[in-house]
């Protein structure tokens, strides 16, 4: 395939997936059919197939593009804050309160776990979101880099209070403020700093790890 070919290929690839995403948002997922998307799209459902093997696939697609663009608004919101502490709470709160935007809603919180099945939508959830909170937690922690096995489980702890926040505020849960959840958030971070400086006994010695995950804001300025 030449590159005059490739480069048409990948705009219908963006076209059919753009269109997909409106027609998502506005029939949901049963309401869209293929044949549909094609023709709002100009397209023939053959030529549909030749870029999605299924619905299901472009689905995800969909939905790993708003993850996507979900993560860089929030990462986006979170630059006004004094310190990275600040910047972060700042950023949870923003994610909080995109996440309830109706195309947001709709499509990733109420149509893709079921869809994709709770485990594909977590996946595409955590490629997405980890590669966001887990660099933004060491830059807070103030070293070059975390252990993993005190970032990981802080990371998911921070990406599960913020899902599971989202799902509350989208049923309309009473008992759940915003404020509420970032105060907790910014304990529980707080708490996990406090952490970091205690150092792991393993048989009465004090045993290190090999981080992987560094401080990029440091990296950069050596």
Known sequence: MGKKSAAEAE???KLIVATARDLFAELGFA???TSRIAKSAGLTEGAFFHHFKDKKALFAEVVRNLQLEF???VVIRGRGGDNFLDRFLIGARASIE???SPEYLKLVLIEAPTILDTENWREIDAATSLAVIEPALVAISGRDQVEPRL???MALLVLGL???TAFALARKDQEITIDDVIDILEVSIKDWLRRLDQPR???GKIATE???IRNKSKAAKS
């Open 201 to 203: 006994k393993v048989s």
């Open 71 to 73: 993560a860089h608004a």
């Open 98 to 100: 995109l996440s309830q």
């Open 11 to 13: 705009k219908t690839r």
């Open 210 to 212: 090999p981080a992987v």
């Open 162 to 164: 913020l899902n599971e």
């Open 31 to 33: 309401g869209a059919t």
């Open 151 to 153: 970032l990981r489980p």
